[in-house]
């Protein structure tokens, strides 16, 4: 804003007879157009545009960099050409203003040479260091960083001076360091690596590498070969928090995903193996949202959060009073009939919306990256559903805690013949509480169909990872179903460098067999009557 600003002010305290030859110079572009097409006097034209005070002399810099300024033929005019199949969509380079569709016989391409685009690059960059756009002038300060010429040092110093953007502030320092690496002064030399000390962008390393291997006897080559070690140390301790980060955001899913079907197994005694599929439904209804209003894809998840919720609770009601109440007390019959479900729910979906995946795009906030160094980034998807799933994990926590309806679901999964005879209704419980667990399946849904594909086998990639986590966690314990699920996100990404995506899920399933063999309740074990029967 403050360059907008100065800007602005210097504009208003020009003299009145400088402002009206700039206002006035509306031929320039075309008055400079048989300068241009000439190759002995194309260089002395640019000249006079970069040193001109026109307003538009960047778009014409930048168009004769792209090699899209031509001159029109038939009355000498200059255009900015865009090709559109085998015409040129042409514009007036002055106004901008659209003439049309020509052929390309019609047009005289302004031709520049190598050492014309150098001056050209360093003249859009030198533009756009005065953008009031910090990312403008970051862009400028990355394609100046390696070719920088004495003027434009001076114009970098400068800014450094006034800059309050810190990203454009750390690439001004890494410019400037490696303009005095370049230095034939050793002293400068040695200062322009103090400098460049812990920057861990490509450009800089690749700077350190080619110093270090230099002469070792030289003071230069040593400082720069100390310089890479401690950047190389940055860089892992870097590589070992993205594995944390990746890890707890995998964790947070399989958590999201396990904790319904914590609920229902602990309470219900329930083996569901159409859970997976409560996911898919889910994702499927974020599809759907999406589908239905394709211009609010920046507000979609925000409704498709309780949609997933009803649709996969209604569900989950459905299966419960058809099916699953039938089955109470033989959790093998209810394996078998929840997997049965499970294909129906798969088939249903291929027939009725399609066997191929769908797509699901992502708002613009949740694109991206957030950049804490050029060595350690963190995606701006993983990072929300991290802090969704927790958000969901403590409201569904104080459901069961702070609610009437979490007193008798708590009493039911301690002693259900005990919350009978105190007059719980266990049969009303156990559908809202299987609902209830479907219904969390679905928000889950929503949570991965913004990282990976939706289609009709989505849940049964997760199905046995949640299982694995109730199971390791505690049947029924909520604390014990986070806890299990943020370990076994970090043990999955930590053991995937070395041993690959499928080996390591081979190797935490060996660990879990292992874990139960020892502790067979899991890390927190349910307490009451009922766990130790």
């Known amino acids: 804003m403050k360059y907008l600003v100065f800007l602005l002010s210097m504009f208003c305290v020009l003299p009145a007879s400088v402002r009206a030859d700039q206002l006035s110079d509306n031929s320039l572009i075309n008055s400079l157009s048989a300068e241009l097409t000439d190759r002995k006097t194309s260089e002395s034209a640019i000249d006079k545009i970069i040193a001109s005070s026109d307003v538009r002399k960047r778009v014409w810099l930048e168009a004769l960099l792209d090699g899209k300024m031509y001159l029109q033929k038939s009355d000498k005019l200059m255009v900015i050409a865009n090709r559109t199949g085998k015409q040129y969509e042409i514009s007036d380079a002055e106004t901008n203003e659209l003439i049309g569709t020509v052929k390309k016989r019609t047009l005289r391409k302004v031709s520049i040479n190598n050492n014309l685009r150098k001056k050209l690059r360093s003249a859009i960059a030198g533009l756009a260091l005065e953008d009031a756009d910090p990312r403008a002038r970051l862009e400028a300060v990355q394609?100046?960083?390696?070719?920088?010429?004495?003027?434009?040092?001076?114009?970098?110093?400068?800014?450094?001076?006034?800059?309050?953007?810190?990203?454009?502030?750390?690439?001004?320092?890494?410019?400037?360091?490696?303009?005095?690496?370049?230095?034939?002064?050793?002293?400068?030399?040695?200062?322009?690596?103090?400098?460049?000390?812990?920057?861990?962008?490509?450009?800089?390393?690749?700077?350190?590498?080619?110093?270090?291997?230099?002469?070792?006897?030289?003071?230069?080559?040593?400082?720069?070969?100390?310089?890479?070690?401690?950047?190389?140390?940055?860089?892992?301790?870097?590589?070992?928090?993205?594995?944390?980060?990746?890890?707890?955001?995998?964790?947070?899913?399989?958590?999201?995903?396990?904790?319904?079907?914590?609920?229902?197994?602990?309470?219900?005694?329930?083996?569901?193996?159409?859970?997976?599929?409560?996911?898919?439904?889910g994702a499927y209804t974020t599809w759907l949202i999406q589908m239905m209003w394709p211009a609010a894809v920046e507000y979609s998840l925000i409704f498709a959060i309780p949609a997933a919720f009803m649709v996969s609770f209604s569900v989950g009601i459905v299966i419960e009073r058809l099916v699953i109440r039938h089955l109470y007390g033989r959790p093998l019959e209810t394996l078998l009939a929840t997997?049965?479900?499970?294909?129906?729910?798969?088939?249903?979906?291929?027939?009725?919306?399609?066997?191929?995946?769908?797509?699901?795009?992502?708002?613009?906030?949740?694109?991206?990256?957030?950049?804490?160094?050029?060595?350690?980034?963190?995606?701006?998807?993983?990072?929300?559903?991290?802090?969704?799933?927790?958000?969901?994990?403590?409201?569904?926590?104080?459901?069961?805690?702070?609610?009437?309806?979490?007193?008798?679901?708590?009493?039911?999964?301690?002693?259900?013949?005990?919350?009978?005879?105190?007059?719980?209704?266990?049969?009303?419980?156990?559908?809202?509480?299987?609902?209830?667990?479907?219904?969390?399946?679905?928000?889950?849904?929503?949570?991965?169909?913004?990282?990976?594909?939706?289609?009709?086998?989505?849940?049964?990639?997760?199905?046995?990872?949640?299982?694995?986590?109730?199971?390791?966690?505690?049947?029924?314990?909520?604390?014990?179903t986070l806890f299990a699920g943020l370990s076994l996100g970090v043990l999955n990404k930590v053991l995937e460098p070395w041993a690959g995506a499928v080996l390591a899920k081979i190797l935490v399933l060996v660990f879990i067999i292992l874990f139960i063999q020892r502790y067979p309740r899991g890390l927190f074990p349910q307490r009451g009557r009922a766990a130790a029967d």
């Open 339 to 480: 997997f049965g479900i499970s294909l129906i729910l798969q088939q249903a979906v291929r027939t009725f919306i399609s066997p191929q995946n769908v797509p699901v795009a992502n708002p613009s906030w949740m694109s991206g990256s957030w950049v804490i160094d050029p060595a350690f980034t963190l995606a701006y998807n993983r990072l929300y559903i991290l802090f969704f799933s927790i958000a969901v994990f403590l409201l569904l926590l104080w459901i069961l805690n702070r609610t009437f309806f979490g007193l008798k679901v708590r009493a039911v999964a301690q002693n259900r013949d005990m919350a009978r005879a105190m007059g719980a209704a266990s049969t009303r419980i156990d559908m809202y509480t299987f609902g209830l667990g479907a219904g969390i399946a679905g928000v889950a849904g929503v949570a991965l169909s913004q990282l990976t594909n939706v289609g009709p086998n989505l849940g049964q990639s997760y199905i046995i990872d949640s299982f694995m986590v109730v199971v390791f966690g505690g049947v029924g314990n909520l604390w014990g």
């Open 143 to 281: 394609r100046m960083m390696l070719t920088l010429e004495p003027d434009q040092v001076a114009a970098l110093e400068t800014l450094q001076t006034v800059e309050q953007d810190s990203s454009v502030q750390q690439a001004l320092e890494l410019a400037l360091a490696i303009h005095d690496l370049d230095s034939t002064d050793e002293i400068k030399q040695l200062q322009g690596l103090e400098k460049i000390g812990g920057n861990t962008s490509d450009t800089a390393v690749n700077r350190l590498q080619s110093l270090a291997s230099g002469d070792p006897a030289s003071a230069v080559t040593v400082a720069a070969a100390q310089q890479l070690e401690k950047t190389r140390k940055r860089i892992a301790l870097y590589d070992k928090a993205e594995t944390l980060f990746f890890g707890l955001s995998l964790g947070s899913v399989l958590a999201m995903a396990a904790v319904g079907l914590a609920i229902s197994f602990g309470v219900m005694g329930v083996i569901n193996m159409a859970h997976g599929e409560m996911i898919m439904l």
